[in-house]
């Protein structure tokens, strides 16, 4: 079948209108709380379906198949502990994000520990979403390239530009609003491809669960302790609690969704609502890999990549029916540029307010701080397009993207944890703590230890070391004073 010219038709036609959608929701734009809170005025089910499209990316629409293709369907007990944090995080962390009106999940910490305290955590949180985004952004390059044969530094150019066009101008009521849009359009992609899959097998979903079941391919429950393994049960509700906890608790990516909310019930809701549907969707991506795996076996002229990243884009660029194959490309792309437009615009977002107006101390007007916004979402950009471009030889994109984020949020949750639960914790006592959580990761990075335990670690490490070196600090002033 191949990519025909109705699909780049079709392609094309999706590029040009969300841009067009997304710039019509800028066009109203007042000031930097209107670009980076979209007024604090949006619908709580929306900010949840958002967060569903960001948490989902072009790692689960290409990554999650891949794992149950090359293993099974283990990586299923993560979303367990998934959806326990946001329980957490909706009574401990959201009713102080609530209090005032924050715009970034940092100036809390400006509030409890000091301006040094946040400008670190910011600084932490920029460097992570940007070498983890970056991966992201080269995910969703492979299935264009493939079809396209222009090579992933193209691609990944391509896709940045329409990204970037409707984030400059909308903010983040825009990534909001276009996040709702995009993840129906990339669940509708993967059902397109689901009908497909299954028509091509004469047996249907008895093969599939035939195939499956005699390759072990529906496992996922793995009941033993084993701190090397990255998919037990204990490490999906120890680690993936801990995971979630700093991913959507202290990471201003979704944080910052939270905060367009009304109120803290609203914030709560859509938090707690999204935990729901993660799992649920997490469960259908894996159950498409089970079926890749099915149809590659009924089929075996026709092989599958030895990357086991390219198998789904391989299969829709191959098999799927001209203009189909378009759509489902367009869900990749959906599926990217949610992820993609929200993480410029919270990397913008912790740039402008954690780190330029402390630093600079300038009186801006609400007209100069929307441009110095903007133009920070465009400087953000330009890095990505740089660190996707140099993705490509570091493995499986899912397991990459999530090991990057585990390594640094570990101190980010630890600190903030720190905050909520140790009343005398000082500033001096946060900074070490993070220090130590920090240094203490780049010695577990190197052991056989799973990646869904470095949360886990780091946060209960950066915890401590940081009440014991508030307690010698505070003992210290005592004994100055």
């Keep these: 079948m191949g990519f025909a010219r109705v699909d780049f038709v079709v392609l094309a036609a999706y590029l040009v209108l969300v841009t067009g959608i997304g710039c019509w929701f800028g066009s109203r734009l007042r000031d930097s709380r209107d670009y980076f809170l979209g007024g604090r005025n949006l619908p709580w089910w929306a900010v949840s ?27 299923l007990q993560l979303t367990f502990g998934y959806f326990l944090a946001r329980i957490v995080i909706s009574w401990l962390f959201l009713p102080a994000y609530y209090r005032g009106e924050l715009f970034t999940a940092y100036q809390f910490l400006d509030q409890r520990f000091g301006g040094k305290t946040r400008s670190f955590a910011s600084v932490i949180f920029l460097g992570t979403r940007v070498l983890a985004d970056g991966v992201r952004l080269f995910a969703t390059a492979i299935p264009l390239a493939m079809i396209s044969g222009i090579g992933y530094a193209k691609a990944i150019a391509i896709i940045c530009i329409a990204t970037v066009v ?13 996040d709702v849009i995009q993840i129906l ?25 035939a195939v499956g079941s005699a390759s072990g391919k529906f496992d996922w429950f793995q009941p033993h302790f084993d701190l ?38 609203d914030g709560q809701r859509a938090l707690v609502g999204s935990g ?21 076996q009924r089929y075996p002229a026709d092989p599958a990549p030895s990357r086991p990243d390219e198998v789904f884009p391989l299969f829709i660029v191959r098999h799927l029916p001209s203009g189909l194959s378009g759509l489902v490309v367009a869900a990749i792309f959906a599926a990217a540029m949610s992820t993609l437009s929200g ?11 954690d780190l330029y107006k402390p630093l600079s101390r300038r009186k801006l007007s609400p007209r100069q701080e929307l441009l110095i916004s903007r133009l920070v979402t465009l400087a953000w950009a330009l890095v990505l397009v740089g660190v996707a471009a140099l993705a490509s030889s570091w493995g499986n994109v899912l397991e990459v993207g999530l090991t990057i984020a585990s390594f640094t949020y570990g101190s980010l949750l630890g600190i903030f944890l720190l905050g909520r639960l140790a009343k005398r914790a000082t500033q001096t006592g946060a900074l070490v703590g993070m220090a130590i ?33 508030s307690g010698i600090d505070s003992r210290r002033l005592g004994s100055s004073g």
């Excluded at 409707?166 to 276009?178: D, F, L």
């Excluded at 993480?343 to 307010?353: E, G, I, K, M, Q």
């Design 228 to 265: 090397r393994a990255p998919y037990t049960i204990w490490a999906g509700l120890i680690g993936g609690t801990f995971l979630t906890m700093a991913s959507h608790g202290t990471d201003q990516l979704m944080v910052q969704r939270l905060l367009t909310c009304r109120h803290l019930r």
């Design 343 to 353: 993480t410029l615009n919270s990397l913008a977002s912790s740039t402008v307010v």
């Design 49 to 75: 379906l958002s967060i569903v499209a960001t948490e989902t990316s072009s790692l689960t629409f290409i990554g999650v198949p891949a794992l149950a293709f090359a293993s099974n369907m283990a990586f």
């Design 437 to 469: 959580g920090l240094a203490t990761m780049l010695g577990v990075s190197l052991t056989p230890i799973a990646w869904p335990w470095y949360v886990f670690i780091g946060a209960n490490v950066t915890f401590a070391a940081g009440l014991l070196a």
């Design 166 to 178: 409707y984030t400059y101008v909308g903010g983040i009521k825009a990534v909001v609003w276009m």
């Design 276 to 296: 729901i549907l993660i799992i649920a969707q997490f469960a259908f991506f894996l159950l498409i890999g089970v079926m890749l795996f099915a149809f590659f």
């Design 185 to 209: 359009i990339y669940l509708a992609g993967a059902g397109v491809a689901v009908l497909a899959i299954l028509h091509a097998l004469p047996g249907g979903w008895s093969e599939v669960v």
